[in-house]
């Protein structure tokens, strides 16, 4: 796997909220979701109950997109994400990392029922008016 970008992996670790984009039938839907990033396998460790409309339409087609964004009003300041990955169930094995992931960066989840999902990304384009406008990063998974 080629290494992501230094700015991009600062950027996923700076924000917890995405929004995940999916479809099923040609039916899309979107929802906003908190994640974890776990730099290890280069995923966005999120919760989703089973009878959420987005958790049916990804479990039935797991290529899903997600969006990061800095709201702002000075152009300048313009930074996101745009990223295409596959959602996965986590085995036993993942689960336990992932459970720790998860819960570092929110502890007050443990008072909550997880059901935890490993969004594992492989394209990343960020945009970052900060280093010039219209500036893109852009990272693919081979």
Same mark, same amino acid.
């Given at each position: 796997m080629p290494?992501?970008?230094?700015?991009?992996?600062?950027?996923?670790?700076?924000?917890?909220?995405?929004?995940?984009?999916?479809?099923?039938?040609?039916?899309?839907?979107?929802?906003?979701?908190?994640y974890a990033y776990n730099h290890i396998e280069n995923s966005l460790i999120f919760s989703s109950d089973l009878k959420t409309t987005h958790a049916k339409q990804f479990i039935e087609n797991p290529k899903v997109s997600a969006t990061i964004a800095v709201e702002t009003d000075d152009i300048m300041k313009i930074q996101g994400l745009q990223i295409l990955g596959i959602v996965h169930a986590l085995n036993q094995e993942k689960l336990k990392l992932s459970l720790r992931v998860y819960l570092e960066r929110f502890p007050?989840?443990?008072?909550?029922? %997880? #059901? !935890?999902?490993? %969004? #594992? !990304?492989?394209?990343? #384009?960020?945009?970052?008016?900060?280093?010039?406008?219209?500036?893109?990063?852009?990272w693919i998974d081979d």
């Amino acid at each position: 796997m080629p290494l992501v970008d230094q700015r991009i992996i600062d950027f996923l670790f700076d924000h917890h909220v995405f929004s995940l984009a999916t479809s099923k039938d040609n039916n899309p839907y979107s929802a906003s979701c908190y994640y974890a990033y776990n730099h290890i396998e280069n995923s966005l460790i999120f919760s989703s109950d089973l009878k959420t409309t987005h958790a049916k339409q990804f479990i039935e087609n797991p290529k899903v997109s997600a969006t990061i964004a800095v709201e702002t009003d000075d152009i300048m300041k313009i930074q996101g994400l745009q990223i295409l990955g596959i959602v996965h169930a986590l085995n036993q094995e993942k689960l336990k990392l992932s459970l720790r992931v998860y819960l570092e960066r929110f502890p007050y989840a443990k008072k909550f029922p %997880l #059901k !935890l999902w490993s %969004l #594992k !990304l492989n394209f990343i #384009k960020m945009t970052d008016n900060s280093l010039g406008f219209g500036k893109k990063i852009i990272w693919i998974d081979d």
